[in-house]
């Protein structure tokens, strides 16, 4: 199933494929105060900008800046609340138990609720009884059949063989 999702690239591509169901739209709204934000569970990364409506009705860009700045930004501004401008992504401890999960940290402190929109990558879980259906459903139901006969295939023999093949004639 990994190998569905991020597939490898194919002979003539200039780069990987990349499927536009495993980058859903994400909302997040804050609270007057508090500067910390856990993001989904299955959140990867930002894919593309975090948005929210201004006062004049268009929509504001946050700029995302790398994890030294939030170590820096208390000594900045401490204290100064306001309309969020910057984010950092920070990844969380992980115990090994669960996946890797990710907070968002806002620049300023924002002062109010705002609703920011954004585009993630989703690091989807493993199925289970729970969660049976995979990302792509029923329309790609036959390429992750192939691309699980190909990685069966390859593991019993040790080399690629007719479920590699059909799985890339799918993918393309």
Request: some cysteine.
């Amino acid at each position: 199933l990994r190998q569905f999702y991020f597939p490898k690239m194919l002979q003539g591509q200039a780069t990987a494929h990349s499927w536009s169901f495993l980058k859903p739209i994400g909302t997040l709204t804050t609270v007057a105060d508090k500067q910390a934000y856990d993001m989904p569970d299955d959140f990867g990364t930002l894919s593309g900008r975090m948005t929210y409506a201004s006062s004049i009705g268009a929509r504001h860009t946050v700029k995302l800046y790398g994890i030294g700045w939030v170590n820096e930004w208390p000594q900045r501004r401490d204290g100064l609340t306001g309309k969020p401008e910057g984010v950092a992504i920070t990844p969380l401890k992980s115990e090994g138990v669960m996946g890797q999960r990710h907070q968002v940290s806002f620049f300023p402190t924002p002062d109010s609720a705002y609703v920011l929109t954004f585009a993630y990558e989703v690091l989807p879980g493993a199925l289970t009884s729970v969660n049976p259906h995979p990302y792509g459903g029923m329309a790609h139901s036959e390429t992750i059949f192939e691309s699980c006969l190909a990685v069966a295939e390859s593991r019993f023999d040790d080399a690629q063989g007719v479920h590699a093949a059909l799985f890339e004639e799918r993918l393309e």
